[in-house]
C-alpha cells in the first residue's frame, strides 16, 4: 500500500517536472510556418492562456498518480475541469483553442506515459 503511495507520488513530481519545460517547448514549435499569427500575445508574441503553466503542472501529476493507483478514469475528471474552466477563452479564441487542445494532448502523454512507467513498478 505504501510502496503504491510513494512510486504515485514519485510519478507526479516527475511527471510534473518534466512536463514543465518540454510542453511549452512543444507549443513553441507549433507557432511557426504559416498561419500562426496570435491574436493576443505574450512575452513571445504567442497567444496565452493566464495560469496555464500551473494548471498543466497540476493536470499533469494528478493524471500521472492516478494512473499508478490504478484510477485512470479519473483522467476524465482532470480533462473535464480543465475543458470547462478554459471554456470562454477557448470559444473565443482559435489560437488559444489550437494551443489548449495540443498543450493538453502533450501534457496527457507525458503524465501518462510517467503513470503506465509507476504503475508497472508496483505491479
Known amino acids: 500500500m505504501w510502496t503504491e503511495v510513494l512510486v504515485a507520488i514519485a510519478a507526479a513530481i516527475v511527471a510534473a517536472l518534466i512536463g514543465w519545460p518540454l510542453v511549452p517547448a512543444f507549443l513553441r514549435l507549433t507557432h511557426k510556418g504559416p498561419g500562426s499569427k496570435p491574436e493576443r500575445t505574450g512575452s513571445e508574441g504567442v497567444e496565452v492562456l493566464r495560469g496555464g503553466l500551473w494548471i498543466g503542472i497540476v493536470e499533469r501529476a494528478l493524471i500521472a498518480g492516478a494512473i499508478v493507483l490504478g484510477r485512470p478514469e479519473l483522467m476524465a475528471v482532470v480533462i473535464a475541469v480543465k475543458g470547462l474552466g478554459r ?23 507525458l503524465a501518462s506515459l510517467l503513470g503506465v512507467i509507476g504503475w508497472a513498478i508496483v505491479a
Open 87 to 109: 471554456f470562454a477563452e477557448i470559444k473565443s479564441s482559435a489560437a488559444a483553442g489550437e494551443r489548449f487542445i495540443i498543450g493538453t494532448f502533450v501534457s496527457i502523454a
